[in-house]
Structure formats: C-alpha cells, structure tokens
C-alpha cells in the first residue's frame, strides 16, 4: 500500500491502542453524539465496521443520513470519517471523482446530496455502489482497451430530503 500510485486516504493507526478505552472513547465521542434512535446507533455502527469486510459482503447498504437543517446529520457523517480514516473527509465529489475515490477507499462521503443534484451519472453511481457492479470504459490514451471501474467503498450521503427512488431505497 505504501507503493502504491493510487490515492488511498490515510489511515492513522495506534499500535499501542487499548480496546477497553477504544470502546469506551467509542460509545462516549460518537455513539452518544449521534441525534437519532438508539437502535439506530447500533445500525450506524455495525455498519460502519462492514467496511472492513467489503470484499466478503455481495451487496453494500447505502447509508443516508436525513433530517432537517442542523439536525445533526454532517456532524455524525464528520465523527464517522474521523473514526476510519482520523481525519475528515466529507465532500461533494463529481461523479467521476465518486467512482475512483470509492474504488480505492473503504468510506466515501457525499455531503448535502438533495435531489435537486441527482444526476443520471450519480444515480447510477450509487445504484452500483449499493449492487457491487462496475461499468466498462475506455482505458485513457487507448481507442480499443476497457477497464472496469467498479466503486467498492460504503457509501454515505447527508441531505434534507429523504429518498424517493424505490431502487436507493
């Protein structure tokens, strides 16, 4: 990983880490900071660890976040980044910047994603994200090799709004 020329995020990892007071820092900095349901906490979290089983899991559960304004919903989607990763990373990405930062990393971020910003492109991003598939397309600088690119991260999105395409849902 370190030799690799992909954009992996870092991951700050604490070798001298102790699991009582990791879990005791977890229920206390995040589990108890999140606005919603109990039960829904468990569900956050239990699906927040998938991430690290992806490449077991056939199928990936979007995860959104939706509420009214200042509801609480970048803050958790902010304490879950720093979580994995140590650091934020929320973002409105292009699609295209949504496929390759997805393909490489076990978390992507899409912040304040309304409906008015769907597009077919990030519908269908998603869609694959959640099904595991990948789409064809032409290798840079070649008129006839294809690669796949296929997201491989759990996906969150924060909005206001809550879904209405039966297929994210």
Known sequence: LLKSSKK?????????????EGMMALKELIFDNLT??????????????SAFLLEF???????????????????????????IYG?????????????????????LIIDNLEYDDFTK????????????GG???RTQGTDTDTIQEKPKALVLITAIEPFTKAELI
């Open 36 to 49: 919603c349901e109990k039960e829904q906490r468990y569900l956050i979290l239990c699906w927040l660890m």
């Open 87 to 107: 650091n934020e990373h929320l973002g409105d990405p292009s699609t295209a910047a949504a496929y390759a930062v997805a393909a490489q990393n076990p978390l």
């Open 135 to 137: 789409k064809e397309k």
């Open 8 to 20: 992996i995020l870092p991951v700050n990892f604490l070798p001298d880490a102790d699991i009582h």
């Open 121 to 132: 492109s990030i519908l269908k991003f998603l869609l694959l994200s959640a099904t595991k």
């Open 57 to 83: 899991a056939p199928y990936m559960g979007l995860m959104k976040f939706s509420g009214p304004t200042e509801s609480g919903k970048t803050t958790a989607a902010r304490l879950l980044s720093l979580l």
